[in-house]
């Protein structure tokens, strides 16, 4: 427990976000604003512990309340005869909204989130004084503005650039990435080991994204400053799976011909010393100069001996992928300036090809869920005539849209329903007990502090944003505060339950909509990643570099979220389709060039495997024309039969890498 108390670093995020907020307080009352408390929850809401996250969440949230506010005052005034068709449209749009953002995981996708639900907190309490919905959005775009700005004044003062941070955390992917890769290729990682290491890699990879994502802000006015890092990671993502291809073989070698395997040990060795020096910062240049020599070694192997048994296949292959995986990771080291400098990118590689994986029917279940929650407050407002119909409506489309991007919103919502209950008695302690013995601001300020500057603290510790975010917005905004005291018991408790009951709604529909789990988003990726390889497979898709980010997505998705045992349940091998796909191409390149027979057997071969992965195949099928297709290309001395032998031994380990050994000369 003593471990996880605030440090004096979350104290001194805390006293930055207090004296932020007290900031917009007063300026929010000097200015005789209507709703000061929005420019203090604006503060805690924006202010990050570094620099680059702050100002993203910032100009997020200032764009989504613009466009938000925009739309309510071109909305209410036009339909507000029409309350039933109002609340289908503001109900749209927030879904719309919110399903847009999980089209977007950089910051930009709270600008989306923001958008929706601005509407709603503009447009549901606007509804019985439609005259006056211009002024209601101009007053929050005011507040909303002005805690932007205290909060980045305060940051101006107390910066934590998140810069150093990124390259420190990128040098430690980097040489997390080179020990991995030098550890597999000496032999030195069981298998639990080795799939524990590359989850972690792709693990700190994905961080690395969103860290970058946030960085890029703070270096706006040079856009490429920090490109380089984005296109290095961008080309090395696939060095896992290039480092699992070249394990794969060595250990299947190592089973089917140990003298084969033995007489590959010393280049093996060779190129994980290679990657072990490229771990070291003072070591890194040599090595990417060696590199070239270290290519041309392996290619003089490659072209040692062809042979056409099946260990020769395996020979052949290990040391194609071991060229690959060694080019691969010196020419994304070669875009890196060095010393810690930010340099400009190199053209070729300034437009690195991602391909962000959405599953489009959890996009349509997060839009349902929202119409659901904002329809059925609306409904219950409506037949009830309740005065606080309106904040339950529009707390139910904040708690949709908040939550969406989460694996499973449900429990994050709950979490925060039990906090608003914690703000809403510290709330009323202050509003009945402490308050009226106030007058003047710094007696105000100083109460304040007492809660805010703890809660402060935790809400600089990530793991602890859920129990201190709604605590330091719902509490202020329970007090209303105002320049002149006001307050009454029943108004308060009314607007207390409508807050609550609004989050109820969003929570009942989340869970009715969205109550699959986690489990069920990994069966989804993994369906999808079978369904890309289908589309290859069949040649229905020609895109490999963007089907491949597609699927390094998923599998960084998965990394972060599986377990083994959850692995077995699923009938999952990590990166498995990720190789299939790649050989797939490859073979599909090759196949016009082969022989008619030896064509004839890839193309049912690969409308096997087509087949398994929509699973309409049974294995020992699918196996059997892999091994009747080596069999046919076998024999070939051509670049391009030789090309697809490769390719189809590649498959073939990708998809069964526990089968025996094929029998070539029966397939043949």
Known sequence: MLATLPGWRDWLFSARSFAAAMLALWLALWLDLPRPYWAVGTVYIVIQPLSGALRAKALARFLGTLAGGAFAVAAVPALVDAPPLLALVLALWVAGCTMGSLYDPTPRSYAFRLAGFTAALIAFPGVDAPGAIFATA????????????????????????????????????????ARFGAAALSGRMEETGFIAERRRV?????????????????????????AWVRALRARARSVPAMITAVADRARAL????????????????????????????????????????????????????????????????????????????SLALALEPGAATLGATPRAAAAPVTSIHTDPLLVGLTGLAAVLAILACNLAW?????????????????????????????????????????????????????????????????????????????HAQPARLGMALPVLVNTVALISLQTVYEAEFAAYVNGALALLAGFAAGLVSTRLVRAFGIDWRLRRLVAADRRDLARLTEGRRADLRRSVAAMLDRFEFLAGRIGSADAATLDLTELAELRA?????????????????????????????????????????????????????????DTATRGAALALSGLRRALFPAAPPPRLEQAA
């Not at 003072?282 to 056409?308: C, D, I």
């Open 254 to 329: 190592q089973q089917d011909a140990p003298a084969a395997q033995a007489a590959l040990a010393p280049l093996l060795r060779e190129t994980a010393a290679w990657m072990t020096a490229t771990a070291d910062p003072a070591r890194r240049a040599a090595a990417w100069a060696a590199a070239p020599a270290l290519l041309g070694r392996l290619r003089v192997a490659e072209r040692a001996e062809a042979g056409e048994t099946w260990p020769g296949l395996l020979r052949e292959g290990l040391l194609a992928r071991l060229h690959e995986l060694v080019e691969t990771w």
């Open 202 to 226: 792709a693990r700190d990879g994905a961080a690395l994204d969103a860290l970058f994502e946030e960085t890029r802000y703070e270096t706006a006015q040079h856009p490429a400053g920090l």
């Open 138 to 177: 101009l007053a929050r775009v005011e507040e909303i503005g002005l805690g932007i700005l205290c909060a980045t004044l305060v940051d101006q003062v107390f910066p934590r650039p998140a810069t150093p941070i990124l390259l420190a955390r990128l040098e430690a992917w980097i040489g997390g990435m």
């Open 382 to 458: 409506v037949a009830t005539g309740w005065p606080e119909g309106g904040t339950a409506t529009m707390m139910a489309a904040v708690a949709t849209a908040m939550f969406a991007q989460l694996d499973d919103p449900a429990p994050a919502i709950a979490r925060f329903i039990g906090w608003t209950l914690f703000a809403v008695v510290a709330a009323a302690v202050y509003l009945f007990a402490v308050l009226p013995s106030i007058d003047g601001f710094p007696l105000l300020a100083f109460a304040l502090a007492v809660l805010y500057l703890p809660f402060g603290a935790l």
């Open 581 to 637: 796909a790649v050989n797939v191409v490859r073979l599909r390149e090759a196949a016009p060039q082969l022989a008619p027979a030896a064509r004839a057997a890839v193309a049912a071969a690969l409308a096997a495997v087509a087949a398994r992965a929509r699973g309409q195949a049974m294995p020992d099928a699918v196996l059997g024309r892999l091994d009747a297709a080596l069999g046919a290309t076998m024999p070939g001395r």
